[in-house]
C-alpha cells in the first residue's frame, strides 16, 4: 500500500502574549489554526489564509525569508518547524495518509474571534499563556511550539 502524502500549513497566531488554539471535533485535540496547502498556494500563503478563515484575524508572520541571489526563483519564509503527522494508521501499522506540515510563528492584533462560515465557532477557542500552556495536558508538541511560538513573537516585538 502507498502512503498519500498532503503538505499542509499551521500558524501558532499569539497576541498579547498568548496563542489561539481551537477543540478540533474530529481529532479530539486542540491545535493552532492550519489546513492544507492548495494547489496554487505557497505553504505560508495556506497558513495566512487559514488563520483569516478559522479566526478572522489578520497575523503578520515572524518568519525569516533568507536572502539569495537566485536567478529565476527566490526564497520563502522559513517554517519553525516542518513536521510529518501520521493522519491514517491502519490496524497492522501501515500508514496510509500523512501531512507534512509547514508550522508558522505570526502575531495578531487582537484577540477576537470571528470564523468565516462554516469554521469552528468562537466558543471553541481560547487563548493559552505561557502559564496555561505549561499546566495543560494538551499533547507535548502543541505546549512546546506554543511555548516558542509565544517567546518568538515577544522578542519580536520588543525593540
Given at each position: ?123 471553541r477557542w481560547d487563548w493559552y499563556t505561557a502559564s496555561d500552556l505549561k ?25
Amino acid at each position: 500500500m502507498e502512503t498519500t502524502r498532503h503538505f499542509t500549513a499551521t500558524v501558532y497566531v499569539v497576541a498579547d502574549g498568548a496563542t489561539a488554539l481551537h477543540r478540533h471535533d474530529r481529532l479530539g485535540i486542540r491545535v493552532p489554526p492550519g489546513g492544507h496547502v492548495d494547489r496554487d498556494e505557497l505553504p505560508h500563503e495556506a497558513g495566512l489564509r487559514e488563520v483569516r478563515e478559522e479566526t478572522g484575524l489578520d497575523a503578520t508572520l515572524v518568519a525569516e525569508t533568507p536572502e539569495i541571489d537566485a536567478p529565476g526563483g527566490r526564497a520563502l519564509p522559513e517554517p519553525a518547524y516542518t513536521m510529518l503527522y501520521d493522519v491514517n494508521v491502519h490496524e497492522d501499522g501501515r500508514v496510509g495518509h500523512q501531512h507534512i506540515d509547514h508550522v508558522y510563528f505570526a502575531r495578531a492584533d487582537s484577540r477576537e474571534i470571528a470564523p468565516a462560515d462554516g469554521e469552528a465557532p468562537p466558543e471553541r477557542w481560547d487563548w493559552y499563556t505561557a502559564s496555561d500552556l505549561k499546566e495543560s495536558d494538551l499533547d507535548a508538541d502543541t505546549v512546546q511550539i506554543g511555548l516558542e511560538a509565544i517567546e518568538t513573537v515577544d522578542a519580536a516585538e520588543k525593540p
